[in-house]
């Protein structure tokens, strides 16, 4: 491969033939070290020679000398031979996840069990990546994976997720229930029915915040004969805990956003439903930082760590 020294053209492996024998100052030791006919050497310093229009080297029967101007171009060639490997390994990183950006796009809440402890051992893992991430809805984030602006993303799938023609792999099925105040009724009980929700004044995440989860509850109240009473949909699930705090209604959340020991506490509906969370990727193109992410997660996944739960609970799909 040609480099360009001063605007002339050379080979590297011509350098590298005049570097091992400005070091030995022997031919026959530089062609060992190499382990390449001696005859080669004299060809290519000759070639380095005639290229330059200069003498880097003084030869007799007894001894090989450094010229000025080959003292000059062994510095030189030290450096530019010691900048080549220096991107070879930069390169061989990149291509192996090592090195480069990780641009991950989330949803809030229902990431926040793990997602500090993931990212701290991803940069365990691979410390030289840059880690930049992205809150958002759903939607957005689905919408900037697909346009190339992130690489990844942890969110749920949306209405127009298929139209994006993203890979998916689903960490969990979340399951959806009540939050509800200590001093509620209902706080006790280990399962409530979806038709004792009919009285209840619900607060639920906006649609267009959390479109699955806002569809997945009305469809359940409807299969449950009724209508329901919405008192409140705002656009974080930090807001929906809050109201239910404030004693302002019944809250359906996953079961991933109460932490334990909090305020709230939270009782799973019957009939089970539940939402997915899932990690989502453009496809084969994906950079290496990602792909080391989905590893990564599908590893935590299968040992139990990502949720610190038995793993017959966690992923339990495969890439769709």
Known sequence: MPVWYHGIAMELRHLRYFQAVAEELSYARAARRLRVAQPALSRAIKEVESTLGAAVLERSRHHVRLTPAGAVLLREAALLLERWEESLRRVRRTAAGEVGELRLGYIG?????????????????????????????????????????????LTRPVASHTAFGMKTLVLRQERLGVALRADHPFARRRHLPWSRLAAESLVVLARREGMGLHDAVLIACRQAGFTPKLAHTPSLVGTVLSYVEAGAGTGIVTDSVLPPGGPLCFVPLRPAVSVPLVLAWRGEDDPAPARRLRELLTEWGHNGTLWGIPPSHDIRTAEK
Do not use: K
């Not at 990212?119 to 957005?140: D, F, G, K, N």
């Open 109 to 153: 809440p229902p990431t926040q069990p793990f997602l500090g402890r993931l990212l701290h051992e991803y940069r365990r893992r691979h410390p030289q990546v840059a880690i930049h991430l992205e809150e958002r809805t759903p939607e957005r984030v689905w919408e900037m994976v697909a346009r190339g602006r992130l690489d990844v993303a």
